[in-house]
């Protein structure tokens, strides 16, 4: 079946430092890749739609700055959290969708802790 | 604007009895639902869609239209089934909005 990796699987890092996801398609090439984040004890929030060659779509609320996504090829996707404060650790997961009418498949997602 | 309510944060029942996992939409397009299931420390999977009718793992869900319901059921649960089951409601774009989720514990 499809398979979508992501990396890291953890990451902690001072505040103020910028940190890079990546979420890859291995066999198969995503148009469109989502990013959600889960706060302990609660469902998927989508942040953001990224589709290859084109620039994200971000659900209200969440700050296009803060949140830098790229999807410059059909297996990759990356969200850079760009200067990390302790609010913004969470679990963050990617999931990637195919040309065809499959459903979306979900990476194992990205612990973030900001000390 | 959509939005997915599973009204159970939590759910027991024991082995071999039935389990029914509720799931009411809000959508004012033709709606596409899924359940997704999340077993301990694995990745989110797909476990159902409504489009596609099927029966996974002994679970089925049917779309009501008229009750904007998409429950999942099964028969007789086993413990294999404890996990954390998401359902989903499919948007224009293809994103998905979740619901808050129920955490199944099966006892023995």
């Known amino acids: 079946g499809a398979v979508v990796s992501q990396h890291p699987s953890r990451v902690i890092c001072k505040s103020g430092t910028s940190v890079k996801i990546e979420c890859r398609s291995l066999?198969?090439?995503?148009?469109?890749m989502f990013w959600y984040r889960q706060f302990p004890k609660q469902s998927l929030m989508l942040m953001a739609t990224?589709?290859?060659?084109?620039?994200?779509?971000?659900e209200q609320g969440v700050e296009k700055d803060k949140f830098l996504i790229n999807h410059a090829s059909l297996t990759l996707s990356t969200l850079t959290v760009t200067s990390a404060h302790p609010e913004d650790s969470s679990f963050y997961i990617c999931?990637?969708?195919?040309?065809?009418?499959?459903?979306?498949?979900f990476g194992d997602g990205t612990r973030l802790s900001i000390l | 604007a959509q939005r997915v309510t599973q009204p159970e944060k939590l759910l027991s029942v024991f082995k071999g009895a039935p389990v029914e996992l509720k799931c009411n939409y809000s959508?004012?397009?033709?709606?596409?639902l899924f359940w997704y299931v999340q077993y301990s420390r694995q990745r989110l999977q797909l476990l159902l869609r409504?489009?596609s009718r099927e029966s996974i793992k002994g679970f089925t869900a049917d779309l009501n239209k008229g009750e904007t319901s998409f429950h999942l059921k099964k028969p007789f649960a086993q413990e294999e089934d404890s996990a954390m089951y998401y359902c989903?409601?499919?948007?224009?774009?293809?994103?998905?909005?979740f619901g808050s989720g129920t955490q199944l514990t099966v006892l023995p």
């Open positions: 999931s990637a969708l195919g040309q065809d009418n499959q459903p979306q498949h």
């Open positions: 066999d198969f090439q995503a148009t469109t």
């Open positions: 990224s589709n290859e060659g084109s620039k994200a779509t971000y």
């Open positions: 959508y004012s397009g033709s709606p596409e």
């Open positions: 409504h489009i």
């Open positions: 989903a409601l499919g948007g224009s774009a293809r994103q998905l909005t």
